[in-house]
């Protein structure tokens, strides 16, 4: 059974903060490619970033979110984080996590096979 679990969606202001959290059951076997991606109402699914929690590979990102947000663990067992500060109107989206074994070794774009459900971000 694979699962991964998504928290912290919600609304932000304009220029303000929010922090996602993804935890999944796969982690608990090996080390993955954590993947972020989010999807804008009438849009394609589009990647934000992505982190291996083996280590050895540099955590990437878009362009449209360099700077502004943060993939990184979180101190929860098998969790990551996505810090996103300077909220823009263009991040409210339904963002999603995702997992895969080789993502992180492959370049751009890479479709992770492990998904969640998607939580809602709204900017105001």
């Known amino acids: 059974h694979v699962q991964l679990v998504e928290s912290g969606g919600g609304s932000v202001q304009v220029g303000g903060s929010l922090r996602l959290s993804c935890t999944t059951t796969?982690?608990?076997?090996?080390?993955?490619?954590m993947a972020w991606f989010r999807q804008h109402p009438g849009g394609e699914r589009e990647e934000v970033g992505r982190?291996?929690?083996?280590?050895?590979?540099?955590?990437t990102y878009a362009d449209s979110v360099k700077g502004r947000f943060t993939i990184s663990p979180d101190t929860t067992p098998h969790t990551v984080n996505l810090q996103m500060n300077s909220m823009i109107a263009d991040d409210a989206a339904v963002y999603y996590c995702?997992?895969?074994?080789?993502?992180?070794?492959?370049?751009?774009?890479?479709?992770?096979?492990?998904w969640g459900q998607g939580t809602q971000v709204t900017v105001s």
């Open positions: 982190l291996y929690t083996g280590g050895g590979y540099p955590v």
């Open positions: 995702a997992a895969d074994f080789f993502c992180c070794g492959l370049g751009w774009p890479c479709t992770p096979s492990f």
């Open positions: 796969i982690g608990a076997f090996a080390s993955i490619c």
